[in-house]
């Protein structure tokens, strides 16, 4: 029982770490001026890792 609240609260804390490491991505991508490298399947930008997929 006390082990299991130690991994909830763990796994909450890291959880929080996720959201906000996301954030702090989306917003570098939001604000980078992208140089894509290309590939048949996806670019990729150089600078941020933004990658889009060139299949629709
Ligand atoms: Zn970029």
Same mark, same amino acid.
Do not use: V, W
């Given at each position: 029982?006390?082990? *299991?609240? +130690? $991994? +909830? *609260? #763990? &796994? *909450? !804390?890291?959880?929080?770490? $996720?959201? !906000? @490491?996301? +954030?702090? @991505? =989306? $917003?570098?991508?939001? #604000?980078? #001026? =992208?140089?894509? &490298?290309?590939?048949? $399947? *996806? !670019?990729?930008?150089?600078k941020c890792l933004q990658t889009e997929? @060139? /299949? /629709?």
């Amino acid at each position: 029982m006390k082990e *299991a609240l +130690r $991994l +909830r *609260a #763990e &796994i *909450a !804390r890291l959880e929080g770490d $996720l959201e !906000r @490491l996301k +954030r702090q @991505l =989306h $917003l570098l991508q939001n #604000e980078c #001026e =992208h140089e894509f &490298i290309e590939t048949p $399947l *996806a !670019r990729t930008c150089t600078k941020c890792l933004q990658t889009e997929s @060139l /299949y /629709y």
